[in-house]
C-alpha cells in the first residue's frame, strides 16, 4: 500500500474514483453522483492544489491503482483556524479490510500535526456506517454527538455522528 498526496495531474483517477464513491454509497456524503457527474476536469484539478487549507490523499495497491481516497479541510475563519476536517473518506469495495482506510487516517493525522495552530480533526459519518466509526474510534477519535435525521435520501432519513481528534492527546500515540 501506497499513500501519497493528490495533485492536479491526479484529476481524472480521483474524479472515477470519487463519482465512484458517490454512486456506490451516496448516505455517505452530501454531495451526490448527479451533482458531480458533470463537472469539468478544471474543477477537480482545482481542488487537487496543494496548500496548508487542504489536501486530498490517494491509497494504491502495488499495481498503482487508486483505491482509496481522503480529504483535509482546515477552517479558515480566525476564531475556528484551530480545527480541521476530515472529509470525502473512501475506500474501494475490493480493497475493503485490508487497512487501506486506516493507512490514509495515520498519513492524514501525520500531516495535520506539522501544521502550526492546528489542534482539533472533526469528521463527520453516518451513524449507520459501523465500520468507519469503528476505524476512527481505533485512531482516538470521539464521539461527541448525533444529529438526528441529518440526511434525507429519497425518503429516509440518516443521522449523522460527530467525532473528534484533540491532536495534542494523539501524538505518541502506537497505533
Do not use: C, W
Amino acid at each position: 500500500m501506497n499513500v501519497r498526496l493528490l495533485n492536479s495531474a491526479d484529476a481524472e483517477i480521483y474524479r472515477t474514483i470519487r463519482l465512484q464513491s458517490l454512486q456506490e454509497h451516496p448516505e455517505a456524503f452530501l454531495s451526490s453522483y448527479e451533482a458531480e457527474k458533470d463537472m469539468p476536469i478544471e474543477t477537480t484539478q482545482s481542488r487537487l492544489t496543494l496548500s496548508e487549507e487542504h489536501f486530498t490523499l490517494g491509497g494504491f495497491t502495488e499495481n498503482g491503482e487508486l483505491v482509496g481516497v481522503v480529504t483535509f479541510v482546515r477552517e479558515s475563519r480566525s476564531k475556528i483556524r484551530h480545527k480541521g476536517n476530515v472529509v470525502a473518506m473512501y475506500v474501494d469495495q475490493k480493497a475493503r479490510g485490508q487497512r487501506v482506510g486506516y493507512a490514509l487516517m495515520k498519513e492524514l493525522i501525520t500531516r495535520a500535526e506539522q501544521l502550526p495552530g492546528l489542534e482539533i480533526l472533526n469528521l463527520s459519518v453516518v451513524s449507520s456506517n459501523v465500520p468507519a466509526k469503528k476505524l476512527y474510534e481505533s485512531l482516538g477519535f470521539i464521539l461527541y454527538g448525533t444529529e438526528r435525521n441529518a440526511m434525507k435520501l429519497e425518503d429516509s432519513y440518516l443521522d449523522e455522528d460527530f467525532m473528534s481528534l484533540e491532536l495534542n492527546l494523539y501524538k505518541g500515540k502506537n497505533l
